[in-house]
């Protein structure tokens, strides 16, 4: 009985399976090479023409034009990293690809799916209560420890010359944006953080700003371009003559009726600045426009306004100022206004406004570069590394890095496999392997031996040895924690629950029914380069090619 439509194909059993790990081993694949401070970048060219250069897992993983419902779960498994962590993305999603390719071999050995899944969430809950363990306490005030953390996530990722200034500079933001809430916690809130960028300059140059930075210039030449102690407002409304909803048609019969016309319009620009001075405002930011007579007149007045100013400059300002949007000039009065000192630096052509009031919030973190290839893929490091700061100030548990805390875990792991019974016991064990693919990725970037790095630290770790990691620079296995390589345990904890997670969804797959070709035509072709970013090298059509991204 034929129960679906004409173009309709269907793969069942160990087909669904094989199809389904292939196309999540490829997206891991595509990834792993960036991992570790001598980790390789990516270009990525869109079907525009933009090029992005990035080594960040999540941004390749977002910008590459993937056509495969079960690689997309795959890079769910990065953003939801990104969104919880801020970092750890290419750990994850490379530990969801190993663990499909381990489940797949103990599939071949006839064990059922449901076996392997359960073996792989006992394994998981066993190797996030290890790490609550192994992870030190650390008193998040300690600035040392958290300009390891910032400067750990940042190396490798295009800020490596600069990381200390980079890393206190970030330490010194995300202080600068901690409160400490009523049950003892401190609690970041980086909504009071923003980051600019500008290009020109060198990395080295980039600072920390009480206040927001404003790239833009005054609307007319000859208004103030400092205002001391000024009067802030904050406007979502143009200054501009209000056009008509409809086409309408103007029927003039002298020049006087012209005149009469422009004065109207004129007179009611006036009244609109007229209102704006009435509430007593120094300094005016538009997210709309100015209309040029009524520049001429704000400027007459010696007001200070800029337009076409970001709606989230405007958020932001808000903040920094304590002024209230106005998004109806006949409604603002002076309760509205804002306390500011806002000045000007003619070289780099911004507006730097501090607030004044009694407690002024936000801080502006302006990252300079010579290129903005240079500055974009600085803003991905350093927000990255905000993030885990951020994490570890919040939680106040870190581990060492450099492939130490996975060591540790496969060993504890195996040791919790001898008590584990049936055939989940070999999915835990198969599990404890894919923890040791971190490690091995770290060596395989730095062009060591991979083999040896792992038979090196498993040692140690026999030892008693926790914190013992790969140093990449000198390929020995030293103490990474007293080596300054930190790691938030936060970001470790989500990246195993979140590559469990997706392995194991994708193992209860067991049917795949698609509306349109299933094909996988050229799954066996070898050397196939990613085909330009763009298609992944047949990614799309439900994993056509994949072959070619192993």
Do not use: W
Not at 428 to 447: K, M, T, Y
């Amino acid at each position: 009985m034929i129960i679906l439509g004409e173009d309709s194909q269907r793969m069942k059993d160990k087909d669904a399976q094989s199809h389904n790990i292939s196309a999540a081993r490829a997206v891991a694949e595509s990834v792993r090479t960036t991992l570790g401070p001598k980790g390789m970048d990516k270009m990525l060219v869109s079907s525009m023409g933009d090029v992005t250069v990035t080594n960040d897992g999540v941004t390749i993983l977002q910008e590459m034009d993937i056509d495969n419902p079960t690689a997309e779960m795959i890079v769910e498994v990065a953003e939801t990293q990104e969104d919880e962590a801020g970092d750890g993305t290419t750990t994850a999603v490379a530990i969801a690809g190993e663990l499909l390719k381990n489940a797949e071999d103990l599939l071949e050995q006839d064990i059922h799916p449901t076996a392997i899944i359960k073996g792989f969430h006992m394994a998981s809950q066993k190797a996030r209560e290890e790490i609550d363990d192994i992870a030190v306490d650390v008193d998040t005030d300690d600035e040392e420890i958290l300009k390891k953390v910032a400067g750990t996530s940042m190396t490798g990722k295009g800020a490596e010359l600069n990381k200390e200034l980079l890393a206190q500079l970030i330490v010194d933001a995300v202080q600068a944006v901690t409160v400490e809430a009523d049950d003892g916690t401190n609690v970041v809130d980086l909504d009071y953080l923003k980051i600019e960028t500008q290009t020109g300059r060198s990395v080295g140059e980039s600072e920390l700003l009480e206040g927001a930075v404003i790239d833009k210039d005054p609307t007319h030449p000859d208004m103030p371009s400092e205002a001391e102690d000024a009067n802030v407002l904050l406007l979502t409304e143009p200054i501009e003559v209000e056009e008509t909803d409809v086409d309408a048609e103007l029927q003039l019969d002298s020049p006087d009726q012209l005149q009469s016309f422009l004065d109207s319009e004129e007179e009611r620009l006036r009244e609109k600045v007229q209102q704006i001075k009435d509430t007593g405002a120094d300094v005016v930011f538009c997210q709309k426009g100015i209309d040029d007579l009524a520049q001429h007149f704000l400027a007459k007045e010696g007001i200070l306004a800029v337009r076409r100013v970001k709606k989230s400059d405007i958020k932001f300002l808000k903040e920094v100022t304590g002024a209230n949007v106005v998004s109806d000039l006949d409604e603002a009065e002076a309760a509205d206004l804002g306390g500011a000192n806002v000045s000007r630096d003619p070289e780099d052509e911004m507006f730097y406004v501090e607030g004044t009031g009694d407690e002024p919030h936000g801080v502006t973190l302006l990252l300079r570069g010579s290129t903005n290839h240079v500055v974009d893929e600085l803003e991905r490091g350093v927000g990255d590394a905000l993030d885990v700061v951020s994490q570890t100030v919040a939680d106040g548990r870190v581990l060492a890095g450099g492939g130490a805390v996975e060591v540790e875990l496969a060993r504890r792991v195996r040791d919790y496999a001898d008590s584990v019974s049936g055939r989940e016991q070999m999915a835990v064990e198969a599990f404890a392997d894919a923890l040791e693919l971190v490690p091995r990725i770290l060596a395989e970037n730095s062009g060591l031996d991979a083999i040896d790095t792992l038979v090196d630290l498993r040692a140690a770790h026999a030892e008693g040895d926790v914190q013992a990691g790969l140093d990449v620079y000198t390929g020995d296995v030293v103490n990474t924690f007293d080596a300054g390589v930190v790691e938030p345990a936060h970001a470790k904890e989500q990246a195993l629950s979140s590559a469990t997670e997706a392995a194991n969804l994708v193992l209860k797959i067991d049917d795949i029914i698609a509306a349109g070709d299933l094909s996988t035509e050229g799954e066996e072709e070898e050397g196939g380069a990613p085909g330009g970013m763009g298609g992944m090298g047949g990614m799309g059509g439900m994993g056509g090619g994949m072959g070619g991204m192993m």
